[in-house]
């Protein structure tokens, strides 16, 4: 494969950085912040703050672990101060969040009717029926474990719920054994509605197991008794180290990866706040973390388990508990139902933007390649597609019908591996090709390529191409969650370039460098920055000079380098970086020339665009499309792609809707400031997700 090497951009001046680490929990705070908006229905604010929870796990398994290998390789003071840095702003976050939870979001909730009760607030007959709850339901599953040199602590998996407890007395045995381990199972729910006849009129009471498990804590050590006690929590590091190198099958070594990454090393440790001291510091003994990794929290150790209520509550009438019901619109006037598809892109391409617009079409075209029988092969990468996928069934029932059905399967999607796994195996089963990507590469790219026999005249019959690209993953369930542009096109570059990517990852082998699609690692990041550098050389001259880019994270050093540099040269730069940025917009001299913004609303932002313009006539500017960050991750360490739209009408259409709302956007958007921070623009103006649920829908509650 061609040697790939990171391109030097001309010196230019060079603020220092921002920190990753702290740029990503900035992010989470401003997720945070959708928590306490008043404008927010209640149970959607629940949400936000559980979407916090699972993002500050994934930042502990993953990123801060990272940073704890990091600080133990340099073994530096100035690196483990960073590191403590990073902790204190991580629990800085969530009791924050907890404070909201406690302070904020359940009062109000229970303003109307709807209550998480403890124990202490119980009445007679909602105590009763936890009893019976526990007896039936949760102690069958229940086994504690007494400390001693025959009974090990044993071992905790990632992220479950356990209790601490000190014991008095002695055991059966006659012995003094003080400490013993109640693990809680998974298979267990965590929230509880209790039945209408125990609540009050008008009230939905919930319990926590937590809560119902903590009352009847003294039931499972009969003859004993429980002087004190603790829910805890242990987060591990979950990224699977394997040594792709090293394994003859990597699908195989994953598999038993899988089975081990559940005990990955410690790296945080939640207790209630009421935890004695000697509990805590035995726990910490125990799984060998210091004292900086403990977390007091004020209420359940797992607030990502919260959905669970989200899912019970029954509607109040007259209360907007949750955002109005919004159905995406189908592009009929573009894509008509019904019709050949085709045909169809034979004419025009197409752009489906969601979750304003349907996924549904996508699944369509799908469907049609499967069903029709002059449709020779389907070729398609894999990245995050769910474990149930209608469009994985397609696959499979492709490779049935006996086309040439080939999945580029990403093995090593981080949390989707067992599922991805899962897929390969079935597609294998049924005599599709699947391949797992190049060795030390991540596919990222989202890629699907259909090859049709049609009529070609007078020469007899020839083969057309079809492809599908899209910013975001193949998923119906979060295209309706996540902002992404897909993109359907028949274009003879386009698809041969489509091609040729598909040949590259199979085959290991040299192709023509693609004329159309820009790769990762290969030209990509080369090509960002050469456009940059042609930008700024515009400015320079005096003509117009223009970037506008969206995209999740903006992490390199070399495109911040490059940004910079044009921004220096006079270049007007918007940058709609979501999550991390590493860049200090608006430092007069430096980055004056830069604003960042940054918008979280009621769906996450995805979508990847990049907008150059050098001069002022129509051959002047360009526009891509893209399945890569601004990271280097994905400039060098996966298979990434992005695409030029050329055709001038959708070009305009995702300036339209993709950049220009976001720009002006003074309801969700955040500015951000040259340290770091980020600032609201305000409360009540446009929002952009709202212009074009409104711009899209079909239907938005009970309107037209």
Known sequence: MTEVSEPQTAAVAMPPLLNRELAILAFNRR???????????????LRYITIVSSNLDEFFEVRFADVLDAARAAGSEAAWRDVSATAAR???????????????????????????????????????????????????????????????????????????????????????????????????RRVIRMPDEVCAPGQQGFVLLSSVIRAHLQELFPGRTVESFSQFRVTRDSDLDVDEEDVTNLRQALRRGLTTRQFGKAIRMEVVATCPPELSKLLLDE????????????????????????????????????????????????????????????????????????????????????????????????????????LMDLLIEGARRGKEVM???????????????NWAERLEAVGAQVVYGIVGLKTHAKLLLVTRRESGGKAGPRLRRYVHLSTGNYNPRTARLYTDVGFLTADPGITADADAVFQQIASLTRVKPPRHLLTAPFVLHRRLVRQMAEVADAARAGKPARIVAKFNALTDPGLIQALIAAGQAGVKIDLIVRGACMLPPGLPGLTENIRVRSIVGRFLEHTRVIYFRWGEGEDDEVLYLSSADWMSRNMFRRIELAWPVHDPKLRQRIIDECLVPYLHDAQDAWEQLPDGQYRRVGESGPSAQQALMRRHATRIGGGG
Do not use: C
């Open 31 to 45: 997720v945070l912040a959708q928590a306490q908006r008043p404008d927010v229905p209640l149970l959607e604010r």
């Open 90 to 188: 991580a629990h800085a976050l969530a009791d924050e969040q907890y404070r909201i939870f406690n302070t904020e979001v359940m009062p109000a909730l229970r303003r109307h009717g709807i209550e998480i009760i403890n124990h202490a607030e119980r009445t007679p007959a909602q105590k009763a029926w936890v009893a019976r709850f526990f007896e039936r339901e949760v102690r069958p599953l229940l086994i504690p474990v007494g400390l001693d040199p025959a009974h090990p602590f044993p071992q905790v998996a990632n992220k479950t719920l356990n209790f601490i407890a000190r014991l008095g007395g002695r055991d059966a045995f006659g012995r003094e054994s003080t400490i013993a381990i109640v693990k809680v199972p998974r298979v267990l």
């Open 287 to 390: 799984f060998d973390l210091p004292e900086a990794a403990l977390h007091r929290v004020d209420g359940p150790v797992n607030l990502v388990r919260l959905t669970q209520l989200i899912d019970q509550v029954v509607p109040v009438p007259g209360v907007a508990l949750t955002f109005p019901p919004f159905e995406p619109g189908w592009p009929e006037r573009r894509l008509p139902r019904g019709k050949d598809f085709f045909a169809l892109l034979r004419e025009r391409d197409v752009m489906l933007h969601h979750p304003f617009e349907s996924f549904d079409p996508v699944v369509e075209f799908l469907r049609q390649a499967v069903n029709d029988p002059d449709v020779l092969a389907i070729r398609q990468t894999i990245y995050r597609t769910g474990a149930k996928s209608e």
């Open 407 to 421: 999945a580029v399967v990403e093995l090593k999607a981080r949390f989707d591996e067992e599922a991805n796994i």
